[in-house]
């Protein structure tokens, strides 16, 4: 309810401050010029939409399973932790504007670079909680399942894999904040829709409430989805918040 409260306060003053303050719509749109271009922009906003939200849901759960894969991996050997975890870290040093371009002329303008630049980008936020969580795992435990002679993917299994869901819903949660901005940046370097591609347009054609309408729905899709990770980790993982 105070979140609520404070983001009604912020478009009040928004309303104003372009009402009263002189500013320039083509710059700054008013809260209530881009609540009418939702209502008479709604066929096109949706359409582009629904490709956005694929991208993030394909990359997202390409990132998902590669980072916990490579957090698995990483976990369960030295060698590979030496060798790949430097390389995860320097990974988050490119630019993406940098390579997305160079993955459009690979892959071409349709949905796989769009995908492969937010598993790209969400991939490092998933391997980090996950090994942590990993690391962390009750070393009790192990003991006792090698002492009844459990191999190491039993103890994996039974010991770390429950241990490490917390930190790859954690990772989820924060591909959810990159992901949208990922896939904006991949329309950017190339694309023929999405809320991206509609942005780009917009903005020349002097649409500037229909670019932000765009920028409103992406932000509305990426909380929606954070509060229902957030509650289904309440009610799947309860030992989280017990441990925690």
Known sequence: MRALLVVLVAF??????????????L????????????VEDRGLLWSNFTVTALEI?????????????????????????????????TSQTIPIPVIAPLLVVWFGYDLTPKIAIVA?????????????????????????????GASRWQTLRFVDA?????????????SLAF???????????????????????????????????????LAVFSVTLFGVLTLAERRLLPWAKIAG
């Not at 710059?27 to 939702?38: D, G, Y």
């Not at 429950?162 to 924060?174: D, I, N, R, Y």
């Open 120 to 148: 790209l980008v969400c991939f490092f936020p998933v391997v980090v909680p996950t090994l942590d969580a990993l690391d962390r795992s009750d070393n009790q435990r192990r003991k006792l399942m090698r002492s009844f």
């Open 179 to 217: 992901g949208g901005i990922a896939a904006i940046l991949a329309e950017w370097a190339g694309s023929e829709s999405g809320l991206g591609h509609l942005v780009l347009q917009a903005l020349p054609q002097f649409e500037t409430a229909r670019a932000y309408a765009a920028v409103l729905i």
């Open 57 to 89: 849901g394909l990359g997202i759960a390409a990132a998902l399973l590669l980072g916990l894969a490579g957090a698995v991996a990483i976990h369960l050997s030295r060698p590979v932790r030496r060798t790949l975890y430097p390389l995860l870290v």
């Open 162 to 174: 429950p241990a490490a869901l917390p930190g790859l819903v954690t990772g989820a949660k924060l």
């Open 27 to 38: 710059l700054l749109p008013a809260p209530s010029a881009i609540a009418a271009a939702l």
């Open 12 to 25: 009040g003053g928004w309303e104003a401050y372009v009402g009263l303050g002189g500013v320039d719509e």
